[in-house]
């Protein structure tokens, strides 16, 4: 099964989460922020440990919360964009409905006018949604009572307990407009070493001195680089996880996330300069194009072979993730002792 259909599904996901909605004539947060019944108020953005709508939102609703639950009853006449770790819609959201969590739930009194879309663990259909629904989870509920008049896309383990879909079901496999092509190895190994490439020119274009400090530092302390680069890489990754369960929750994490994989690459990249500059050490050679390109090649070749290449792989991202890591605390310890910034240096 071909897993593009997924990519395009979570890009236009993440595209609509990221589309900047009006601005919101209030903004709310607390332990928790409830919208009574009987009461209306304009659209606003909510952060809270519960958000709750029993009432009216007269416009598009933002909610960040540990749970976010439109209620029985409860109405927003713009969209709503929810991110929580339990997102709940049990009333009225005349508009498009986006949900990003742990669970989220469109219960059996809930009515969806225009279009829904999931990202979640688990993500329930039980009411009524008029356009389409696309979901990417774990698992997928259709209810038994769920009524989607548009079309069904999803990726995860449908359960269908007997909802009504007027429109067209279809999972990933189903979503490919043209059959998949199977890209040659050669041809992605050609793709990531002009990626690499074209960073470690930009890398050291732009940080000559720290690429060749980085480098250097790898070729002294090894051990040191490595271990730090393994600190960094623990500790980047549970403040995506930590990052994923706060109150702002999605699109921080994804930011985090972004943050890791970027150094990351620029560790794996500086981490390969640093083999080839150490090895043209033998020939008294300390020229960076060289020493770049070497670099690629030789780590190019011996990631390949077995049983090493994997650790061998590893042990140079790790190396190279530490220089980006003691580079950057270096930084900040500049800047705490010249709290005027870089213009008091």
């Given at each position: 099964m071909s897993r593009s259909p997924l990519a395009l599904l979570?890009?236009?996901?993440?595209?609509?989460?990221?589309?900047?909605?009006?601005?919101?004539?209030?903004?709310?947060?607390?332990?928790?922020?409830?919208?009574?019944?009987?009461?209306?108020?304009?659209?606003?953005?909510?952060?809270?440990?519960?958000?709750?709508?029993?009432?009216?939102?007269?416009g598009d609703l933002e909610a960040y919360g540990g749970r976010v639950h439109i209620a029985e009853g409860g109405r927003v006449t713009g969209r709503l964009r929810a991110s929580g770790g339990?997102?709940?819609?049990?009333?009225?959201?005349?508009?498009?409905?986006?949900?990003?969590?742990?669970?989220?739930?469109?219960?059996?009194?809930?009515?969806?006018?225009?279009?829904?879309?999931?990202?979640a663990g688990a993500v329930s259909i039980e009411g009524t949604v008029l356009g389409d629904a696309t979901v990417v989870a774990g698992t997928v509920t259709l209810?038994?009572?769920?009524?989607?008049?548009?079309?069904?896309?999803?990726?995860g383990q449908l359960s269908d307990e007997g909802g009504t879909v007027r429109g067209d079901v279809r999972g990933v496999g189903d979503l490919a407009l043209v059959p998949s092509v199977p890209i040659p190895g050669p041809l992605v190994s050609a793709y990531w070493f002009a990626a690499n490439a074209a960073l470690g020119a930009l890398l050291l274009l732009v940080f000559p001195r720290f690429s060749w400090a980085a480098a250097n530092t790898v070729a002294v302390e090894p051990l040191r680089t490595t271990a730090a680069g393994l600190a960094g890489?623990?500790?980047?990754?549970?403040?995506?996880?930590?990052?994923?369960?706060?109150?702002?929750?999605?699109?921080?994490a994804l930011?985090?996330?972004?943050?890791?994989?970027?150094?990351?690459?620029?560790?794996?990249?500086?981490?390969?300069?640093?083999?080839?500059?150490w090895l043209l050490s033998f020939v008294d050679r300390d020229d960076k194009w060289p020493s770049l390109l070497v670099g690629l090649l030789v780590?190019?070749?011996?990631?390949?072979?077995?049983?090493?290449?994997?650790?061998?792989r590893a042990a140079v991202l790790l190396a190279g993730?530490?220089?980006?890591?003691?580079?950057?605390?270096?930084?900040?310890?500049?800047?705490?002792?010249?709290?005027?910034?870089?213009?008091?240096?």
């Open positions: 979570l890009l236009a996901l993440v595209v609509l989460a990221t589309v900047p909605a009006p601005v919101a004539a209030d903004s709310r947060t607390g332990p928790s922020v409830v919208v009574e019944s009987g009461e209306t108020v304009d659209g606003f953005t909510a952060t809270g440990g519960v958000v709750v709508v029993r009432g009216t939102v007269e339990t997102v709940v819609v049990d009333g009225t959201v005349e508009g498009t409905a986006l949900a990003y969590g742990g669970s989220v739930r469109v219960g059996e009194t809930a009515r969806v006018e225009r279009s829904f879309g999931a990202v209810g038994a009572d769920a009524d989607v008049r548009g079309d069904l896309n999803y990726d890489l623990v500790g980047g990754l549970l403040v995506v996880a930590v990052t994923a369960l706060t109150l702002v929750g999605v699109p921080l930011a985090a996330a972004a943050v890791l994989f970027v150094c990351c690459w620029a560790g794996a990249v500086l981490g390969r300069f640093a083999v080839g500059s780590v190019g070749v011996l990631v390949r072979l077995p049983v090493v290449g994997d650790a061998f993730l530490g220089t980006v890591v003691l580079g950057l605390r270096s930084a900040y310890e500049v800047l705490r002792e010249h709290p005027g910034g870089l213009t008091s240096l």
